[in-house]
């Protein structure tokens, strides 16, 4: 017995759905570090993603795994309670709504990844086509930032995010020059003023 079927897991796709004990953010962001672990090229960073849903989801008591469905892989996510030794125990299953399944392929996908790099890499374009290259090789360090971590728009950064990309992304992995360094925090202002948004914390 699997954790769950499509007639009895809790989609998180239906509007208005509760997903029984797993909050809606920690079921997106469950999703949204998923299709990173499977995107990106890095296997560290393939790694860590996984490694940051697992913790996300033992905070309340539950865990994860992928099913092939017909050929497409489906994200499951279940009370730990249900697993032992690796294997689910159908006699710990309560109650399969508990259970959330989130379809990783097809046409039911809710986001467009490749759009979303695609907005945050044209960003980047204008910005550079504006302001010059320094700005520009800002702001496309700030896509690769955006891509790599969080598959989202620039404009949906917190301010959390965009210091963790000023702290730490752009110092150890953009290998900015000396120019870049000097002017990051204008490039910032720039990439903001560029789509029309304040600059998250400001």
């Given at each position: 017995?699997?954790?769950?079927?499509?007639?009895?897991?809790?989609?998180?796709?239906?509007?208005?759905?509760?997903?029984?004990?797993?909050?809606?953010?920690?079921?997106?962001?469950?999703?949204?570090?998923?299709?990173?672990?499977?995107?990106?090229?890095?296997?560290?960073?393939?790694?860590?993603h996984a490694k940051r849903r697992e913790e996300l989801l033992d905070n309340h008591g539950f865990t994860?795994?992928?099913?092939?469905?017909?050929?497409?892989?489906?994200?499951?996510?279940?009370?730990?309670?249900?697993?032992?030794?690796?294997?689910?125990?159908?006699?710990?299953?309560?109650?399969?709504?508990?259970?959330?399944?989130?379809?990783?392929?097809?046409?039911?996908?809710?986001?467009?990844?490749?759009?979303?790099?695609?907005?945050?890499?044209?960003?980047?374009?204008?910005?550079?086509?504006?302001?010059?290259?320094?700005?520009?090789?800002?702001?496309?360090?700030?896509?690769?930032?955006?891509?790599?971590?969080?598959?989202?728009?620039?404009?949906?950064?917190?301010?959390?995010?965009?210091?963790?990309?000023?702290?730490?992304?752009?110092?150890?992995?953009?290998?900015?020059?000396?120019?870049?360094?000097?002017?990051?925090?204008?490039?910032?202002?720039?990439?903001?003023?560029?789509?029309?948004?304040?600059?998250?914390?400001?």
């Amino acid at each position: 017995m699997s954790e769950s079927n499509g007639s009895e897991s809790t989609d998180a796709r239906d509007d208005g759905a509760d997903s029984a004990e797993l909050p809606a953010d920690v079921v997106e962001e469950a999703e949204r570090l998923t299709r990173l672990e499977r995107t990106v090229a890095d296997d560290n960073e393939a790694t860590a993603h996984a490694k940051r849903r697992e913790e996300l989801l033992d905070n309340h008591g539950f865990t994860s795994r992928i099913r092939d469905d017909d050929g497409d892989d489906v994200l499951v996510c279940h009370p730990a309670a249900w697993i032992e030794d690796g294997l689910v125990r159908t006699d710990r299953v309560e109650d399969t709504s508990r259970a959330v399944e989130i379809p990783l392929e097809g046409t039911g996908d809710p986001d467009d990844w490749n759009e979303v790099d695609a907005h945050n890499r044209e960003i980047a374009t204008v910005v550079r086509e504006r302001h010059g290259g320094v700005h520009g090789d800002n702001a496309a360090a700030l896509a690769d930032f955006v891509g790599n971590h969080y598959a989202k728009s620039i404009e949906s950064l917190t301010a959390e995010e965009l210091a963790e990309f000023r702290t730490e992304y752009f110092v150890r992995n953009a290998w900015p020059s000396k120019k870049q360094r000097t002017v990051i925090d204008e490039s910032i202002e720039l990439i903001y003023e560029t789509v029309g948004e304040a600059v998250p914390g400001e």
